[in-house]
């Protein structure tokens, strides 16, 4: 089993910043791709950023310049640098990591961006 603990959500105003932080712990070993997934209030949960164990990254088109994801694998952690944060960028924000053949996904951080 792998456990996902994130952090680093909270309350910006409109163009403003935040780090989300995502720590694996548990059985890490054979972890490949790591990734950030988000839900707004009455949408379907979306790929936000992924990464995988070698460091190639995909994004969505909504965040492409804006976001970067980054990961350290000797911390077992994954990070996501949000930046130009607009208010449609409210939402739910989900770490999720596949290993072997099994997705895992931590309990959610809000991030809130107000106008």
């Known amino acids: 089993q792998v456990q996902l603990v994130e952090s680093g959500g909270g309350l910006v105003q409109a163009g403003g910043s935040l780090r989300l932080s995502c720590a694996a712990s548990?059985?890490?070993?054979?972890?490949?791709?790591m990734a950030w997934y988000r839900q707004a209030p009455g949408k379907q949960r979306e790929l936000v950023a992924s990464?995988?164990?070698?460091?190639?990254?995909n994004y969505a088109d909504s965040v492409k310049g804006r976001f970067t994801i980054s990961r350290d694998n000797a911390k077992n952690t994954v990070y996501l640098q949000m930046s130009s944060l607009k208010p449609e960028d409210t939402a739910v924000y989900y770490c999720?990591?596949?290993?072997?053949?099994?997705?895992?996904w931590g309990q959610g951080t809000q991030v809130t961006v107000s106008s």
């Open positions: 999720n990591c596949r290993r072997q053949i099994t997705y895992y």
């Open positions: 548990g059985v890490i070993s054979s972890i490949d791709v």
């Open positions: 990464i995988t164990s070698g460091g190639t990254t």
